[in-house]
Protein backbone atom coordinates (compact mmCIF):
# COMPACT_ATOMS: atom_id res chain seq x y z
CA UNK A 1 0.00 0.00 0.00
CA UNK A 2 2.65 2.38 1.05
CA UNK A 3 4.63 1.69 -2.64
CA UNK A 4 1.13 2.10 -4.12
CA UNK A 5 0.69 5.71 -2.56
CA UNK A 6 4.31 6.62 -3.36
CA UNK A 7 3.09 5.75 -7.01
CA UNK A 8 0.53 7.61 -7.00
CA UNK A 9 2.08 10.78 -5.55
CA UNK A 10 4.38 10.71 -8.01
CA UNK A 11 2.35 10.31 -11.06
CA UNK A 12 -0.05 13.28 -9.41
CA UNK A 13 3.27 15.73 -9.49
CA UNK A 14 4.25 14.61 -13.08
CA UNK A 15 1.04 15.54 -14.01
CA UNK A 16 1.12 18.98 -11.67
CA UNK A 17 4.35 19.98 -13.94
CA UNK A 18 3.28 18.99 -17.18
CA UNK A 19 0.36 22.03 -16.36
CA UNK A 20 2.18 24.21 -14.56
CA UNK A 21 6.38 23.65 -15.90
CA UNK A 22 7.69 26.24 -13.91
CA UNK A 23 7.26 23.93 -11.15
CA UNK A 24 9.71 21.89 -12.56
CA UNK A 25 12.71 24.75 -11.59
CA UNK A 26 12.04 24.22 -8.30
CA UNK A 27 12.69 20.02 -8.49
CA UNK A 28 15.89 20.82 -10.40
CA UNK A 29 16.43 23.67 -7.54
CA UNK A 30 16.04 21.24 -4.75
CA UNK A 31 19.12 20.80 -2.50
CA UNK A 32 18.16 17.95 -1.40
CA UNK A 33 17.87 16.30 -5.01
CA UNK A 34 21.03 18.02 -5.79
CA UNK A 35 22.50 15.74 -3.12
CA UNK A 36 20.98 12.64 -4.37
CA UNK A 37 22.82 13.23 -7.43
CA UNK A 38 26.04 14.00 -6.31
CA UNK A 39 26.01 11.07 -4.13
CA UNK A 40 24.95 9.10 -6.77
CA UNK A 41 27.64 10.19 -8.90
CA UNK A 42 30.50 10.60 -7.16
CA UNK A 43 29.98 9.00 -3.34
CA UNK A 44 30.06 12.28 -1.64
CA UNK A 45 27.63 12.71 1.19
CA UNK A 46 28.99 15.38 3.27
CA UNK A 47 30.25 17.63 0.85
CA UNK A 48 33.99 18.73 0.28
CA UNK A 49 37.01 18.21 2.95
CA UNK A 50 37.73 21.22 5.19
CA UNK A 51 40.60 22.60 5.30
CA UNK A 52 40.84 25.15 8.20
CA UNK A 53 41.16 29.12 7.24
CA UNK A 54 44.86 29.56 9.49
CA UNK A 55 46.05 26.47 7.52
CA UNK A 56 46.31 28.56 4.21
CA UNK A 57 48.23 31.06 5.21
CA UNK A 58 51.24 31.43 7.81
CA UNK A 59 48.88 33.33 9.70
CA UNK A 60 45.95 34.70 9.37
CA UNK A 61 45.60 38.58 9.35
CA UNK A 62 44.02 40.91 6.41
CA UNK A 63 43.00 44.28 5.49
CA UNK A 64 40.19 45.16 3.11
CA UNK A 65 40.36 48.67 1.78
CA UNK A 66 37.13 48.02 -0.29
CA UNK A 67 33.83 46.88 1.83
CA UNK A 68 30.77 48.23 0.88
CA UNK A 69 28.28 46.19 3.23
CA UNK A 70 25.63 45.79 0.65
CA UNK A 71 23.88 42.71 -0.06
CA UNK A 72 24.72 40.46 -3.48
CA UNK A 73 28.33 40.73 -2.41
CA UNK A 74 30.85 38.34 -0.47
CA UNK A 75 31.31 38.27 3.07
CA UNK A 76 34.91 39.77 4.64
CA UNK A 77 36.23 36.57 5.49
CA UNK A 78 35.67 35.45 1.59
CA UNK A 79 37.38 38.38 0.16
CA UNK A 80 40.16 37.64 2.69
CA UNK A 81 40.62 34.19 1.63
CA UNK A 82 41.00 35.45 -2.05
CA UNK A 83 43.14 38.33 -1.15
CA UNK A 84 45.29 36.03 1.16
CA UNK A 85 45.24 33.51 -1.52
CA UNK A 86 46.57 35.90 -4.19
CA UNK A 87 49.50 37.21 -1.80
CA UNK A 88 50.52 33.68 -1.29
CA UNK A 89 51.88 33.93 -5.24
CA UNK A 90 54.39 36.76 -6.49
CA UNK A 91 53.54 39.24 -9.02
CA UNK A 92 49.94 37.47 -8.74
CA UNK A 93 47.57 37.62 -11.96
CA UNK A 94 44.15 37.34 -11.42
CA UNK A 95 41.02 36.54 -13.24
CA UNK A 96 37.44 36.41 -11.58
CA UNK A 97 34.22 35.81 -13.13
CA UNK A 98 31.49 38.11 -11.86
CA UNK A 99 32.41 41.82 -11.23
CA UNK A 100 29.33 42.69 -9.75
CA UNK A 101 30.02 46.53 -7.71
CA UNK A 102 33.77 45.43 -8.28
CA UNK A 103 34.46 44.83 -4.46
CA UNK A 104 36.63 41.24 -4.99
CA UNK A 105 38.85 42.60 -7.64
CA UNK A 106 39.56 46.21 -5.77
CA UNK A 107 40.83 44.32 -3.18
CA UNK A 108 43.02 41.94 -4.66
CA UNK A 109 44.14 44.55 -7.07
CA UNK A 110 45.95 45.97 -3.90
CA UNK A 111 48.28 42.90 -4.47
CA UNK A 112 48.05 41.89 -7.93
CA UNK A 113 50.43 42.80 -10.78
CA UNK A 114 47.07 42.35 -13.38
CA UNK A 115 43.48 41.61 -12.75
CA UNK A 116 40.99 40.79 -15.17
CA UNK A 117 37.15 40.93 -14.68
CA UNK A 118 34.30 39.38 -16.84
CA UNK A 119 30.51 40.52 -16.19
CA UNK A 120 27.56 40.67 -18.35
CA UNK A 121 27.23 44.81 -20.22
CA UNK A 122 25.13 46.71 -17.92
CA UNK A 123 22.86 47.22 -20.63
CA UNK A 124 21.90 43.37 -20.58
CA UNK A 125 20.91 43.93 -16.69
CA UNK A 126 17.50 43.33 -16.29
CA UNK A 127 17.74 45.36 -12.86
CA UNK A 128 19.15 48.50 -14.09
CA UNK A 129 20.76 49.93 -11.12
CA UNK A 130 22.44 46.56 -10.58
CA UNK A 131 23.78 47.09 -14.10
CA UNK A 132 25.10 50.63 -13.55
CA UNK A 133 27.07 49.47 -10.25
CA UNK A 134 28.57 46.95 -12.02
CA UNK A 135 32.66 47.76 -11.26
CA UNK A 136 31.98 50.79 -9.33
CA UNK A 137 34.67 49.85 -6.94
CA UNK A 138 37.34 48.81 -9.56
CA UNK A 139 36.42 51.26 -12.99
CA UNK A 140 39.25 53.25 -12.54
CA UNK A 141 42.32 51.17 -11.15
CA UNK A 142 45.24 51.00 -13.25
CA UNK A 143 46.23 47.60 -13.49
CA UNK A 144 42.17 46.19 -13.79
CA UNK A 145 40.80 45.08 -17.13
CA UNK A 146 37.40 44.96 -17.75
CA UNK A 147 35.50 42.45 -19.47
CA UNK A 148 31.89 42.29 -20.90
CA UNK A 149 30.18 39.52 -22.18
CA UNK A 150 28.46 36.41 -20.96
CA UNK A 151 30.62 33.83 -19.47
CA UNK A 152 28.96 31.13 -21.45
CA UNK A 153 29.92 32.31 -24.53
CA UNK A 154 32.98 34.00 -23.96
CA UNK A 155 36.71 33.86 -25.75
CA UNK A 156 38.81 32.20 -23.03
CA UNK A 157 41.30 31.07 -25.06
CA UNK A 158 41.41 34.79 -27.25
CA UNK A 159 43.18 35.39 -23.74
CA UNK A 160 46.38 34.46 -24.95
CA UNK A 161 47.56 33.54 -20.85
CA UNK A 162 46.78 31.55 -18.18
CA UNK A 163 46.09 33.27 -14.49
CA UNK A 164 47.60 32.51 -11.05
CA UNK A 165 44.48 33.36 -9.15
CA UNK A 166 40.73 32.40 -10.68
CA UNK A 167 37.80 33.36 -8.92
CA UNK A 168 34.26 32.10 -10.44
CA UNK A 169 31.56 33.95 -9.08
CA UNK A 170 29.23 34.12 -11.84
CA UNK A 171 25.50 32.85 -12.47
CA UNK A 172 25.20 29.76 -9.91
CA UNK A 173 22.74 27.90 -11.53
CA UNK A 174 24.10 24.39 -12.27
CA UNK A 175 25.02 24.86 -15.99
CA UNK A 176 26.87 28.36 -15.68
CA UNK A 177 28.95 26.72 -12.57
CA UNK A 178 29.69 24.19 -14.46
CA UNK A 179 30.38 25.97 -17.96
CA UNK A 180 32.79 28.67 -16.19
CA UNK A 181 34.83 26.01 -14.57
CA UNK A 182 35.37 23.91 -17.34
CA UNK A 183 36.41 26.65 -19.11
CA UNK A 184 38.70 28.19 -16.79
CA UNK A 185 40.45 24.88 -16.60
CA UNK A 186 40.44 24.23 -20.15
CA UNK A 187 41.90 27.26 -21.08
CA UNK A 188 42.99 29.41 -17.94
CA UNK A 189 44.55 27.54 -15.60
CA UNK A 190 48.45 26.57 -15.14
CA UNK A 191 50.19 23.90 -12.97
CA UNK A 192 49.71 26.05 -9.81
CA UNK A 193 47.05 28.22 -10.26
CA UNK A 194 44.47 28.39 -7.68
CA UNK A 195 40.96 28.39 -8.47
CA UNK A 196 38.13 29.61 -6.00
CA UNK A 197 34.37 29.37 -6.03
CA UNK A 198 31.85 31.72 -4.66
CA UNK A 199 28.59 30.43 -3.14
CA UNK A 200 29.69 27.15 -2.85
CA UNK A 201 28.31 26.95 0.39
CA UNK A 202 24.42 27.94 1.88
CA UNK A 203 26.80 29.07 4.93
CA UNK A 204 29.81 27.93 6.83
CA UNK A 205 28.64 24.56 7.36
CA UNK A 206 26.44 23.05 4.13
CA UNK A 207 27.04 22.80 0.83
CA UNK A 208 25.02 24.52 -2.40
CA UNK A 209 24.89 21.33 -4.06
CA UNK A 210 23.67 22.59 -7.01
CA UNK A 211 26.83 24.85 -6.91
CA UNK A 212 28.47 22.19 -5.49
CA UNK A 213 27.20 19.51 -8.64
CA UNK A 214 28.99 22.69 -11.33
CA UNK A 215 32.11 22.02 -9.43
CA UNK A 216 32.78 18.44 -9.70
CA UNK A 217 31.29 18.05 -12.92
CA UNK A 218 33.49 20.91 -14.09
CA UNK A 219 36.80 19.91 -12.88
CA UNK A 220 38.42 17.16 -14.69
CA UNK A 221 37.67 13.88 -12.18
CA UNK A 222 41.36 13.19 -11.43
CA UNK A 223 42.22 16.76 -10.29
CA UNK A 224 38.95 16.41 -7.61
CA UNK A 225 41.37 15.42 -4.93
CA UNK A 226 42.74 18.99 -5.44
CA UNK A 227 39.67 20.59 -3.93
CA UNK A 228 38.55 21.67 -0.24
CA UNK A 229 36.24 23.78 1.31
CA UNK A 230 37.10 26.16 3.35
CA UNK A 231 36.00 26.58 6.72
CA UNK A 232 34.62 30.20 7.92
CA UNK A 233 33.84 30.91 4.48
CA UNK A 234 31.56 29.77 1.78
CA UNK A 235 34.31 29.24 -0.54
CA UNK A 236 35.66 26.21 -2.22
CA UNK A 237 39.19 26.12 -3.55
CA UNK A 238 41.52 24.15 -5.82
CA UNK A 239 45.01 24.10 -5.02
CA UNK A 240 48.11 21.45 -6.15
CA UNK A 241 48.99 22.47 -2.61
CA UNK A 242 48.88 19.48 -0.07
CA UNK A 243 46.81 21.02 2.75
CA UNK A 244 46.04 19.10 6.26
CA UNK A 245 41.97 18.88 6.52
CA UNK A 246 39.70 19.17 9.48
CA UNK A 247 36.82 16.34 10.64
CA UNK A 248 33.47 17.44 9.61
CA UNK A 249 32.49 17.65 12.84
CA UNK A 250 34.89 20.39 13.81
CA UNK A 251 33.50 22.90 11.04
CA UNK A 252 31.09 24.01 13.51
CA UNK A 253 33.18 24.40 16.37
CA UNK A 254 34.89 28.23 17.70
CA UNK A 255 38.20 26.83 17.34
CA UNK A 256 39.38 30.66 16.74
CA UNK A 257 37.84 34.09 17.03
CA UNK A 258 38.67 37.29 14.80
CA UNK A 259 39.53 40.25 15.26
CA UNK A 260 37.51 43.30 13.27
CA UNK A 261 37.83 46.71 13.12
CA UNK A 262 35.39 49.13 10.73
CA UNK A 263 36.23 52.00 9.60
CA UNK A 264 34.14 54.01 6.46
CA UNK A 265 34.95 56.37 4.44
CA UNK A 266 32.22 58.89 2.97
CA UNK A 267 32.02 58.78 -0.60
CA UNK A 268 31.04 61.34 -3.13
CA UNK A 269 27.17 60.78 -4.46
CA UNK A 270 28.38 63.35 -7.90
Known amino acids: MEKENKIKKTIRGLFAIVKNPWLLNHVLNDNAVWAAYIQKKYGIAEGLKRVDITALFSGFKETLNTFAFLDGGSSAVDLSVIKGLCKTVPNCTYFE ?14 VCSK ?5 LNPEQYSD ?5 LVGFFSKNLENVTQL ?7 DYAGLGRKFDVIFIDGDHHYEFVKSDTANVFKH ?10 HDYATDVIY ?8 ILDGVPAELHKNLYGVTNSICAIYTNRKLPTIEQSQVRMPTKKFKITLEAEQLSTK
Request: aromatic letters at 10%; charged letters at 20%.
Open 97 to 110: IGTCRGESVANVAD
Open 115 to 119: CYTLD
Open 128 to 132: KVEGA
Open 148 to 154: WGSSADF
Open 188 to 197: LVHENTIVIW
Open 207 to 214: PRNEVFAG
